[in-house]
């Protein structure tokens, strides 16, 4: 079964074309800002982009027409539990509209869908950042008016944690395991009963700050902050999401760079490593008491995996609850083509978006 995988970022749009688990080819299309800036809307970009994506296809010599499926990264939709879904009008409808906000990634589904009409295939997204599947108690924060909501690397944590299961033979929906996701933004997850019943906002406001993004923060300083009048609401935000964490401290997003600074002497860049290390065990732990102290296992991903020494010092503070697995990186494409594969053998049903 060959698949048709688009990854539409910002300012470029990866594709990838598979055979069943095998990648044949993949490339990341770029698009200048002023090519961007040329539409007023993410929606208005559709065309653009999809005459690149066909463009290179056919300077691959790849004929469309032997696609079995055509799979777009999922948007901003409405809070939706995780698994492959059929893109309908629906779902177009959402995602047109971007009823979470407005993002590349909403291009998605709309691309897919377009190609795949084109040649009698199916078009499916799976697992967008917006797969909620908390339970209750889970959504409280303390104020009513500002519920925790689910907002994480979904795609990536449920591919590894699917990933895991299949390893050892064992049905996804059979195993307790706490999942952490480590890039731009963290995300630790508590997986039962093949649903992550709650997990910390990658986003804005939970959690271990990560290179770009603040994690939790105290609340009453925030809101004098943002009464003292020195900063619009834009740049308050931009504190949280985009300039915080390790940008905030020490001027970088790069943990590589963390890493040499703190090899050759930094002091700072050594304390805020660790304190990235001392937070994200400290989220390890309460999804411990999420899933009650029974985890089968702990599964470590993203970018910042592949820094074994930040590994091995969560081992060290957190390992006493239950052995690690570790799968550096994300490998999205993939993610994405395995979603529809397992719909496509039967693994999976596909789920309908309403």
């Not at 997204?125 to 209750?136: A, K, N, Q, S």
């Not at 411990?288 to 930040?310: F, M, W």
Request: glycine content about 10%; hydrophobic content about 40%.
């Amino acid at each position: 079964m060959k698949s048709l995988i688009i990854n539409p970022g910002s300012t470029s749009t990866k594709i990838g074309v598979f055979e069943e688990e095998t990648l044949l080819f993949d490339e990341t299309l770029r698009h200048s800002t002023e090519e961007i800036n040329r539409f007023d809307s993410i929606v208005a970009q559709k065309d653009f982009r999809k005459k690149i994506i066909t463009d290179f296809l056919e300077s691959k010599n790849f004929d469309i027409k032997t696609l079995d499926v055509v799979v777009g990264r999922g948007g901003m939709l409405k809070p939706i539990p995780g698994g492959t879904y059929a893109v309908t009008k629906e779902l177009i409808a959402d995602l047109e509209k971007g009823v979470q906000g407005q993002h590349a990634s909403n291009l998605g589904g709309i691309l897919a869908k377009e190609i795949a009409d084109s040649i009698g295939v199916p078009s499916y997204i799976v697992d967008p950042t917006v797969v909620d599947e908390l339970i209750p108690v889970a959504r409280y924060s303390g104020v009513p008016e500002l519920p925790r909501v689910s907002i994480f690397h979904a795609l990536n944590q449920k591919a590894v944690a699917k990933r895991y299961a299949k390893e050892i033979g064992k049905p996804y929906e059979s195993l307790r395991l706490i999942v952490v996701h480590m890039g731009g933004g963290v995300s630790v997850g508590a997986h039962e009963n093949g649903k992550v019943i709650d997990v910390f906002n990658a986003l804005d406001g939970d959690g271990a700050f990560s290179p770009e993004r603040a994690g939790a923060v105290p609340s009453g300083a925030l809101v004098k902050m943002c009464f003292s009048g020195k900063y619009t609401e834009k740049e308050v935000y931009g504190k949280i999401v985009g300039n915080g964490g390790f940008n905030a401290y020490l001027g970088t997003n790069d943990m590589r760079e963390v890493t040499k600074r703190a090899n050759e002497g930094d002091e700072k860049a050594a304390e805020a490593k660790q304190a990235f290390i001392f937070q994200v065990a400290k989220d390890i732990g309460s999804m411990a008491c999420v899933l009650s102290g029974r985890v089968d296992r702990i599964i470590v991903t993203g970018g910042i995996a592949y820094g074994e020494d930040i590994v091995a010092a969560l081992k060290e503070r957190a390992e006493w609850i239950a052995p690690f697995t570790v799968y550096p990186g994300e490998d999205e494409l993939l993610a994405l083509a395995q979603g529809a594969l397992r719909v496509l053998k039967g693994e999976e049903e596909v789920k309908s978006y309403s």
